[in-house]
Protein backbone atom coordinates (compact mmCIF):
# COMPACT_ATOMS: atom_id res chain seq x y z
CA UNK A 1 0.00 0.00 0.00
CA UNK A 2 1.16 3.47 -0.83
CA UNK A 3 0.88 6.66 1.81
CA UNK A 4 -2.19 8.13 2.16
CA UNK A 5 -2.41 11.51 3.37
CA UNK A 6 -5.76 13.88 3.77
CA UNK A 7 -5.86 17.77 4.25
CA UNK A 8 -8.95 19.43 5.62
CA UNK A 9 -9.62 22.40 7.08
CA UNK A 10 -12.80 25.20 7.41
CA UNK A 11 -13.47 26.86 3.56
CA UNK A 12 -10.75 29.06 2.34
CA UNK A 13 -8.30 27.88 4.33
CA UNK A 14 -5.87 26.91 1.59
CA UNK A 15 -6.22 23.18 1.18
CA UNK A 16 -5.77 23.43 -2.28
CA UNK A 17 -3.02 25.58 -2.24
CA UNK A 18 -1.11 23.32 0.47
CA UNK A 19 -1.93 20.08 -1.56
CA UNK A 20 -0.27 21.36 -4.87
CA UNK A 21 2.85 23.11 -3.53
CA UNK A 22 3.31 19.56 -0.97
CA UNK A 23 2.44 17.41 -4.45
CA UNK A 24 5.36 19.62 -6.52
CA UNK A 25 7.26 19.03 -3.45
CA UNK A 26 7.23 15.35 -2.91
CA UNK A 27 7.19 15.07 -7.18
CA UNK A 28 10.53 17.11 -7.07
CA UNK A 29 12.00 14.73 -4.32
CA UNK A 30 11.40 11.43 -6.35
CA UNK A 31 7.92 10.39 -5.45
CA UNK A 32 4.94 9.76 -6.96
CA UNK A 33 1.69 11.45 -6.20
CA UNK A 34 -1.97 11.17 -7.08
CA UNK A 35 -3.72 14.14 -5.72
CA UNK A 36 -7.61 14.06 -4.79
CA UNK A 37 -10.05 16.99 -4.34
CA UNK A 38 -13.69 15.94 -2.68
CA UNK A 39 -16.50 16.23 -3.48
CA UNK A 40 -15.57 15.33 -7.24
CA UNK A 41 -17.87 17.81 -8.65
CA UNK A 42 -17.02 16.64 -12.19
CA UNK A 43 -18.68 13.25 -11.28
CA UNK A 44 -22.04 12.24 -11.52
CA UNK A 45 -21.36 10.34 -8.08
CA UNK A 46 -21.50 14.25 -6.59
CA UNK A 47 -25.15 14.60 -7.32
CA UNK A 48 -26.50 14.62 -3.95
CA UNK A 49 -23.45 16.32 -2.72
CA UNK A 50 -24.34 19.13 -5.48
CA UNK A 51 -27.98 19.50 -4.87
CA UNK A 52 -27.26 19.48 -1.25
CA UNK A 53 -25.02 22.56 -1.26
CA UNK A 54 -26.74 24.65 -3.72
CA UNK A 55 -29.70 24.53 -1.61
CA UNK A 56 -32.15 22.43 -3.47
CA UNK A 57 -33.05 20.37 -0.02
CA UNK A 58 -32.87 23.40 2.00
CA UNK A 59 -31.51 26.57 2.15
CA UNK A 60 -29.69 26.28 5.58
CA UNK A 61 -27.27 23.01 6.31
CA UNK A 62 -29.35 21.43 9.07
CA UNK A 63 -32.30 21.30 6.68
CA UNK A 64 -30.29 17.85 5.90
CA UNK A 65 -29.53 16.40 8.98
CA UNK A 66 -26.15 14.95 9.61
CA UNK A 67 -26.30 11.67 8.71
CA UNK A 68 -28.21 11.95 5.33
CA UNK A 69 -26.35 14.66 4.47
CA UNK A 70 -22.95 12.36 5.48
CA UNK A 71 -23.97 9.40 3.34
CA UNK A 72 -24.53 12.18 0.19
CA UNK A 73 -20.46 13.00 0.84
CA UNK A 74 -19.59 8.95 1.81
CA UNK A 75 -21.17 7.54 -1.55
CA UNK A 76 -19.41 10.30 -3.64
CA UNK A 77 -15.87 9.02 -2.22
CA UNK A 78 -16.82 5.30 -2.28
CA UNK A 79 -17.38 5.60 -6.24
CA UNK A 80 -14.60 7.42 -6.74
CA UNK A 81 -12.24 4.97 -5.32
CA UNK A 82 -14.27 1.82 -6.92
CA UNK A 83 -13.87 3.59 -9.79
CA UNK A 84 -10.72 5.58 -9.68
CA UNK A 85 -7.86 5.95 -7.31
CA UNK A 86 -8.12 2.78 -6.13
CA UNK A 87 -5.16 1.68 -7.75
CA UNK A 88 -2.87 4.44 -6.69
CA UNK A 89 -3.44 3.55 -2.79
CA UNK A 90 -2.61 0.05 -3.42
CA UNK A 91 1.02 1.11 -5.42
CA UNK A 92 3.81 1.13 -2.35
CA UNK A 93 5.87 4.05 -4.34
CA UNK A 94 2.68 6.42 -4.86
CA UNK A 95 1.54 8.82 -1.96
CA UNK A 96 -2.21 9.98 -2.69
CA UNK A 97 -3.14 13.27 -1.06
CA UNK A 98 -6.71 14.01 -1.02
CA UNK A 99 -8.07 17.68 -0.18
CA UNK A 100 -11.06 17.00 2.03
CA UNK A 101 -12.10 13.26 2.75
CA UNK A 102 -14.42 11.59 5.69
CA UNK A 103 -12.77 14.34 7.57
CA UNK A 104 -15.50 16.71 5.89
CA UNK A 105 -17.82 15.13 7.86
CA UNK A 106 -16.19 15.13 11.17
CA UNK A 107 -16.13 18.99 10.84
CA UNK A 108 -19.36 20.54 8.86
CA UNK A 109 -21.76 17.47 9.73
CA UNK A 110 -20.59 17.27 13.29
CA UNK A 111 -21.45 21.11 13.89
CA UNK A 112 -25.03 20.22 12.98
CA UNK A 113 -25.17 18.04 16.35
CA UNK A 114 -25.47 19.07 20.11
CA UNK A 115 -22.40 18.12 21.59
CA UNK A 116 -24.15 15.27 24.03
CA UNK A 117 -23.82 13.39 20.58
CA UNK A 118 -20.34 13.76 18.89
CA UNK A 119 -18.82 10.88 19.86
CA UNK A 120 -21.32 9.00 18.67
CA UNK A 121 -21.82 10.52 15.77
CA UNK A 122 -18.01 9.94 15.12
CA UNK A 123 -17.77 6.65 16.37
CA UNK A 124 -20.65 5.81 13.15
CA UNK A 125 -19.04 8.06 10.88
CA UNK A 126 -15.63 5.73 10.90
CA UNK A 127 -17.45 2.66 10.80
CA UNK A 128 -19.56 3.63 8.19
CA UNK A 129 -17.03 4.82 5.74
CA UNK A 130 -13.72 2.71 6.91
CA UNK A 131 -15.65 -0.27 8.31
CA UNK A 132 -18.85 -1.17 6.22
CA UNK A 133 -18.23 0.92 2.60
CA UNK A 134 -14.56 -0.18 3.36
CA UNK A 135 -12.63 2.72 1.51
CA UNK A 136 -8.92 3.73 2.63
CA UNK A 137 -8.07 5.00 6.16
CA UNK A 138 -5.83 7.88 5.89
CA UNK A 139 -2.38 7.46 6.93
CA UNK A 140 -2.26 10.85 8.67
CA UNK A 141 -4.70 14.19 8.59
CA UNK A 142 -3.28 17.23 8.67
CA UNK A 143 -5.67 20.09 9.69
CA UNK A 144 -5.52 23.30 8.30
CA UNK A 145 -6.83 25.45 11.22
CA UNK A 146 -8.19 29.03 10.40
CA UNK A 147 -9.97 31.58 12.02
CA UNK A 148 -14.26 31.46 11.42
CA UNK A 149 -13.68 35.10 10.69
CA UNK A 150 -10.50 34.90 8.64
CA UNK A 151 -12.33 31.96 6.38
CA UNK A 152 -15.07 33.92 6.10
CA UNK A 153 -13.67 37.02 4.25
CA UNK A 154 -11.17 34.43 2.38
CA UNK A 155 -14.77 33.09 0.49
CA UNK A 156 -16.11 36.43 0.04
CA UNK A 157 -12.85 37.38 -1.51
CA UNK A 158 -12.76 34.16 -3.84
CA UNK A 159 -16.39 34.84 -4.51
CA UNK A 160 -15.65 38.22 -5.87
CA UNK A 161 -12.98 37.78 -7.39
CA UNK A 162 -14.09 34.34 -9.29
CA UNK A 163 -17.74 34.68 -9.53
CA UNK A 164 -18.26 31.69 -8.13
CA UNK A 165 -21.78 31.34 -6.28
CA UNK A 166 -21.33 30.51 -2.52
CA UNK A 167 -22.90 27.13 -1.15
CA UNK A 168 -24.90 26.70 1.87
CA UNK A 169 -22.10 25.69 3.96
CA UNK A 170 -19.87 28.55 3.20
CA UNK A 171 -23.01 31.62 3.24
CA UNK A 172 -24.03 30.80 6.88
CA UNK A 173 -21.81 32.33 9.56
CA UNK A 174 -23.14 30.63 12.14
CA UNK A 175 -21.75 27.45 10.66
CA UNK A 176 -18.71 28.36 9.85
CA UNK A 177 -18.17 29.22 13.65
CA UNK A 178 -19.78 25.45 14.56
CA UNK A 179 -17.83 23.99 12.09
CA UNK A 180 -14.65 25.69 13.89
CA UNK A 181 -15.79 24.75 17.38
CA UNK A 182 -16.26 20.91 15.82
CA UNK A 183 -13.09 20.94 13.96
CA UNK A 184 -11.01 21.62 17.29
CA UNK A 185 -12.69 18.44 18.69
CA UNK A 186 -12.31 15.70 16.04
CA UNK A 187 -9.06 16.90 15.74
CA UNK A 188 -8.35 16.17 19.03
CA UNK A 189 -10.46 13.17 19.55
CA UNK A 190 -9.14 11.36 16.13
CA UNK A 191 -5.47 12.24 16.43
CA UNK A 192 -5.19 15.05 13.59
CA UNK A 193 -2.05 17.15 13.61
CA UNK A 194 -3.08 21.24 13.74
CA UNK A 195 -1.62 23.16 11.46
CA UNK A 196 -2.41 26.86 12.66
CA UNK A 197 -2.58 29.17 10.03
CA UNK A 198 -3.28 32.41 11.69
CA UNK A 199 -1.25 34.53 13.97
CA UNK A 200 -2.05 37.50 15.96
CA UNK A 201 -5.00 38.11 13.62
CA UNK A 202 -3.53 37.35 10.49
CA UNK A 203 -3.17 34.40 7.84
CA UNK A 204 0.76 33.07 7.99
CA UNK A 205 2.84 33.25 4.54
CA UNK A 206 1.75 29.85 2.25
CA UNK A 207 5.73 29.09 2.38
CA UNK A 208 5.70 28.55 6.55
CA UNK A 209 2.01 26.40 6.36
CA UNK A 210 3.88 24.96 3.77
CA UNK A 211 7.31 23.77 5.96
CA UNK A 212 5.87 23.01 9.27
CA UNK A 213 3.33 20.15 6.60
CA UNK A 214 6.66 19.13 5.02
CA UNK A 215 7.99 18.86 9.15
CA UNK A 216 4.96 17.05 10.29
CA UNK A 217 5.43 14.73 7.40
CA UNK A 218 8.89 13.50 8.06
CA UNK A 219 8.28 13.65 12.14
CA UNK A 220 5.69 10.80 10.36
CA UNK A 221 7.80 8.76 8.51
CA UNK A 222 6.57 9.83 5.00
CA UNK A 223 8.84 8.69 1.85
CA UNK A 224 9.68 12.51 -0.26
CA UNK A 225 10.47 14.52 2.83
CA UNK A 226 13.91 13.06 3.34
CA UNK A 227 15.81 16.16 1.62
Request: glycine share 8%; with cysteine; aromatic share 10%.
Given at each position: ????L?I??????????????L????????????????????????????????????????D????????F???????????????????????????????????????????????????????Y?????????????????????????????????????????????????????????????????????????????R?????????????????????
Amino acid sequence: MGKFLVIDGLDGAGKETQTEKLAQKLRENGRRVRTLSFPCYESDSSLFVRKYLNGELGAKPEDTNAYAASSFFAADRYLSFRTDWGKDIRDPETTVIANRYTTANAVHQLAKLPESEWDGFLAWLWDYEFDKLGIPVPDLVLYLEMLPEISEALIKRRAKETGRAVDIHEADRGFLAASYKAARYAAEKLGWVRIVCHENGEIRTRQAIHEEILAALKKHGFPGTEK
